[in-house]
């Protein structure tokens, strides 16, 4: 019986309207449980009128005992009863179930189809069939909603077996509801919540049901109701909801069903030609390029004309072949082995491979512009960078709502559930500086990963709940019903247009083979393969509805297959034509115009970075001031900038006043440049202040390094969301986009990088040789061993130096632009740079080489602030640029022949090395010299260095452990260049297994060690090398 008939009946029927969503979600929650379903009316906390019944008794005894907000709801209600000489007076006593009126029922009655239609669009989806081989819950679960009148009900439960089928409807809705047989056919008033009237604002309650589950029980399933914006409910709910929605022209259904056949011949055709290789075949989803393509159609409809995918292995060449359109001979030629590459580079494999092309959209004959981003094998690692691109491409076109460029992310049913960076992307998805405004998820959900059951692989319902946090709505459809996947798919393209939120599609599908073509899904899978066995495939089943309805005869859909057959034959005799494979011909961001058309840099010479004096001092003017009237800055901040000017006036620069001048000379030029990550905007170490705060308006900034030219670049600076993985994927992109920009992202501490360890190995350190794809992206990454404990220390140099691809051993032949073509071979630059003047240059150098090299610059954090780390105007005007190196140049280098020890380091340690080396009075005998440029390694200067020194001993110092640092890599460099003939020793830290101790005095014991060894000069004596 229901509890709300305790209530006085003008309570209940106000209670309705009151009732906030989020009150009613949270007391129908569904028990999740994987036992029984709870039975109702179990409780008194059944439903929201006994929630509300509570509190009313509660208020009835004390009013003070409930929130305020029940307490003025009570008040106020009763206020309007003691007027109303209809109702009853208040307070009243508990009235008696038997004092129930017909008006009362009918309000009941009334509250309850509320709820019903509610308790639908909740949790409708729970039990929609969306599973196209109808043996798995897509949500992992068969509980059946107590509140859902549902065919599963009926059938469910024993008692309602015997029942005629309404009567069995009746029988599961009064458990909860309290509906009689009586009711099915009663008219009732429809809430303003919902469309399933049309046009009409009452229906019988049979229709009500008959609609509800025709909604969201079918081959849809919608998960929107945590969206706490009540306009966007009401949209979906209008878009699915309104009767005959979901209508298709008949040339609607013929675009469908030929799409379906590219889709599926394609697969054919592969299978057919190479049955013995790996394409990770779209069969059992061949919806998908259907479904992806009204996504664009669309989309381009409304205005979109530049669409950004990434998706991974699952189907990537039928999208190449059917969605990108890319030729499909050059698709065919990458099964050919015995093709030669034209292009350098070690090449990836043909499911990875990225694509751009332009073309017209022959629905909307309009253009549009098609990417699909390379990516490697790392499920989920290519979102952020799709984002970024996304973002950037945007912001060159000054769309900065999202009209014109969107992207699209496919992903795995089990790698979207289970890869963290997806949480990392969404996470980005609604913040200023990386919003894309909006993208269109599509979920290939096989229910299966390799070969992991999905009840195994998630803990979540759905592999798409990590969506839900960015309240993005999510559309499961079974993948069996092309016109609910075609339906669904552009509703997303229109959510995403409207509201600029991302929208997720969950595509329920099958796999119908094993993994790869090569895998035998049997072992593992063996019911659900048996039934996959019999599916019969999608493409069959729609063509014979559509031939049964006459919308095609069987002719016309055997011709449209020939015909596609006869495009994939003859593309196939093409491609046994073709003797070279040019893996240019697969770049997924070209950059019209920087290169010469053969691909090539324009010159192969390393620019003077040096600027003009004047430049230089207005750039600090700038930075030393507050270029917006009647704001006001905290007042060590004013000490800081008067700092700066006072720097400014005396023609120097610290570190922060040097990355200012690199950065406003490059905005100067025209460069864009966008610094990004945690903190960035003040600088971890407080150093930056690179926006300024009113300390008296909220949310007021300014930053200055935006108003240093009329007619300069934009500079965009912004504290990122706590993540590495992420946001380092995302500038990758950005970067990615154009070469015209410098990009950087700055690690909080250098090892933090670890966490995105994937984007440095899979796309940084690797892109260029797989994709032929250029990047200048700047890693910032703080590094030094300052008594900081062991994480804080180390940006550890050692792995980047390990991957980069300078040879060892192989002594160079050093031609006039060895410094340049040296840059051009290697596959990124690694530089420790000591002075302020050559962070400037290698932060200018680095837009205005002529090609995009990735640069991993180990930044210093002590440097700062260190009053020996400055450098003069002179460093930086016109004619200076990067140094390589930096030799000696006090007394030692006046009489070489006369110096004992020549130590090389590169870094914060020169520092160190330089005040115990004149508190021991050694300027004469021991030389210093640092390497500024570590790789590629300046073997050149090396050599020319070492050849200065004869009678000197070659020392290694780093502060770094032995096994960390730069020893590994120099040492056989250093061997090189010496052709072995003198011994290179190692100065620094034992080896060891953490990067740096957790106790202060250890540090500096162990310091004070190994500069005392830096600086006996007997030490090496007699030892063999
Ligand atoms: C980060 C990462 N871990 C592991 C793998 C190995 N792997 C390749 S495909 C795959 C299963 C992917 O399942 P799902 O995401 O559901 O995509 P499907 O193959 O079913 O389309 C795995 C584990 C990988 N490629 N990337
Ligand atoms: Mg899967």
């Not at 999905?454 to 459809?477: C, E, G, K, L, Q």
Request: some cysteine.
């Amino acid at each position: 019986m229901s509890q709300l008939r305790l209530l006085p009946s003008w309570l209940g029927a106000r209670a309705s309207r009151l009732l906030a969503p989020h009150d009613v979600q949270m007391f129908n929650r569904p028990s999740r449980s994987s036992g029984p379903p709870a039975t109702f009316p179990s409780g008194k906390r059944g439903g929201s009128s006994s929630y509300m019944e509570e509190m009313y008794f509660a208020w009835l005894e004390n009013p003070q005992s409930v929130h305020k907000s029940w307490d003025s709801f009570f008040r106020k209600a009763n206020e309007e009863a003691t007027c109303d000489p209809a109702q009853p007076p208040f307070p009243e006593t508990r009235p008696a179930v038997s004092s129930r009126t017909e008006t009362s029922k009918l309000v009941e009655d009334h509250l309850a189809v509320q709820s019903l239609i509610r308790a639908y669009q909740i949790r409708g989806h729970h039990v929609a069939q969306l599973d196209p081989l109808g043996i798995l819950d897509a949500d992992l679960d068969s509980f059946v909603p107590s509140d859902l009148i549902t065919t599963i009900d009926k059938l469910g439960e024993s008692s309602s077996l015997s029942l005629p089928s309404a009567a069995a409807v009746v029988c599961a809705a009064s458990a909860f509801y309290d509906l009689r047989e009586a009711d099915l056919d009663k008219e009732f008033q429809l809430p303003t919540t919902t469309f399933i009237g049309g046009s009409e604002h009452t229906l019988s309650l049979r229709e009500i049901i008959r609609r509800l589950e025709s909604t969201y029980c079918q081959h849809i399933g919608l998960e929107f109701m945590f969206i706490n914006d009540v306009e966007q409910c009401q949209w979906i709910r209008k878009k699915f909801e309104t009767p005959g929605v979901m209508q298709f022209s008949s040339e609607e259904k013929r675009t469908l069903l030929a799409r379906l056949v590219r889709s599926m011949r394609f697969e054919d055709f592969l299978a057919r030609k190479w049955s013995s290789e790996k394409r990770f075949g779209l069969e059992g989803c061949e919806v998908m390029i259907p479904a992806l393509k009204t996504i664009i159609d669309k989309s381009s409809e409304m205005g979109i004309e530049n669409v950004i995918l990434g998706m991974p292995h699952r189907g990537r060449l039928n999208v190449l072949a059917n969605v990108i359109r890319k030729d499909l001979e050059q698709i065919f030629c990458q099964f050919d082995p015995k093709l030669e590459a034209a292009d350098e580079g070690s090449g990836d494999v043909k499911y990875h491979l990225g694509m751009y092309h332009e073309r017209i959209n022959r629905v909307t004959n309009r253009n549009i512009t098609l990417s699909l981003v390379a990516n490697p094998s790392h499920l989920e690692a290519v979102d952020p960078v799709v984002q970024g691109k996304t973002k950037a491409e945007q912001f060159y076109r000054g769309d900065a709502q999202g009209k014109k460029v969107m992207s699209i992310l496919v992903h795995g049913d089990a790698a979207f559930a289970g890869q963290g960076v997806v949480y990392e992307t969404f996470h980005l998805s609604d913040l200023p500086s990386y919003t894309t405004n909006g993208t269109v998820h599509v979920v290939v959900n096989n229910q299966i990963g390799f070969t992991t059951d999905p009840r195994m692989a998630r803990s979540s319902p759905y592999p798409t709940d990590v969506a839900r946090v960015v309240n993005a709505p999510i559309f499961h459809v079974n993948a069996d019903d092309p016109e609910a996947v075609i339906y669904v798919c552009s509703v997303a393209a229109e959510w995403r247009n409207t509201f600029n939120k991302d929208v997720v599609v969950d595509l329920v599908c099958y796999r119908r083979r094993g993994h790869n073509e090569m895998d035998e899904p049997m072992f593992t899978q063996p019911l659900m393969y048996k039934q996959i066995h019999r599916q019969v495939p999608v493409l069959k089943k729609y063509a014979d509805k559509l031939i049964t309805e006459g919308t095609v005869t069987l002719q016309e859909f055997e011709e449209e297959i020939a015909k596609y057959d006869r495009i994939c034959e003859e593309a196939y005799g093409r491609s046994k034509d073709k003797k070279i494979l040019h893996i240019k011909h697969w770049l997924d961001s070209p950059w019209p115009g920087f290169f010469n058309v053969d691909g090539e840099p324009k010159s192969m010479t390393c620019p003077a970075t040096g600027i003009p004096e004047d430049v230089l001092t207005h750039i600090g003017e700038v930075a030393s001031s507050v270029p917006l009237e009647d704001f006001k800055i905290h007042t060590g901040l004013s000490r800081i900038l008067r700092g700066r000017a006072d720097m400014t006036k005396k023609q120097t620069v610290d570190w922060a006043l040097a990355e200012y001048m690199a950065f406003g000379s490059l905005l100067k030029e025209g460069i864009h440049v966008r610094l990004s990550g945690q903190d960035v905007e003040r600088g971890t170490f407080s150093h930056r202040h690179h926006v300024l705060h009113d300390q008296e308006v909220d949310r007021r900034t300014c930053v200055p390094m935006n108003h240093l030219w009329p007619d300069q670049a934009p500079y965009t600076v912004c504290n990122s969301s706590l993540s590495e993985y992420g946001v380092l994927g995302f500038e990758l992109g950005y970067a990615m986009a154009s070469p015209n920009a410098l990009v950087l992202w700055e690690a909080q501490f250098g090892d933090f990088h670890n966490t995105a360890q994937c984007i440095i190995d899979q796309f940084i350190s690797t892109g260029q040789a797989k994709w032929v794809r250029h990047n200048g992206i700047v890693l910032l990454l703080p590094h030094g061993m300052e008594g900081m404990g062991p994480e804080h220390s180390s940006a550890r140099p050692e792995r980047f130096l390990q991957m980069s691809n300078d040879d060892s051993d192989a002594y160079p032949v050093f031609t006039e632009d060895f410094e340049v073509s040296q840059l051009y071979d290697c596959n990124w630059i690694v530089v420790n740079c000591s002075t302020p003047a050559n962070y400037f240059h290698v932060l200018r150098r680095q837009v205005l080489l002529p090609f995009r090299k990735p640069l991993i610059i180990f930044t210093p954090k002590s440097l700062l602030r260190h009053p020996e780390a400055k450098s003069s105007f002179d460093q930086m005007v016109s004619g200076t640029s990067f140094q390589r190196v930096i030799s000696e140049d006090g007394p030692a280098a006046q009489a070489p022949e006369q110096v004992r020890r020549l130590i090389f380091c590169t870094g914060k340690v020169y520092y160190d090395l330089v005040k115990e080396r004149s508190s021991q009075g050694l300027e004469e005998q021991v030389a210093i010299t640092r390497l500024e440029q570590i790789s590629p390694f300046p073997f050149d200067l090396i050599k020319t260095e070492a050849e200065k020194y004869p009678g000197a001993e070659l020392v290694w110092c780093q502060e770094e452990h032995k096994n960390m640092g730069y020893y590994d890599y120099i040492s056989p460099r250093f061997m090189t260049i010496l052709s072995r003939a003198r011994p290179i020793w190692y100065v620094g830290r034992d080896p060891a297994a953490a990067p740096a101790t957790g106790n202060r005095n250890t540090h500096l014991v162990s310091l004070k060690k190994f500069l005392d060894t830096a600086f006996n000069l007997q030490v090496f004596e007699g030892k063999t090398f």
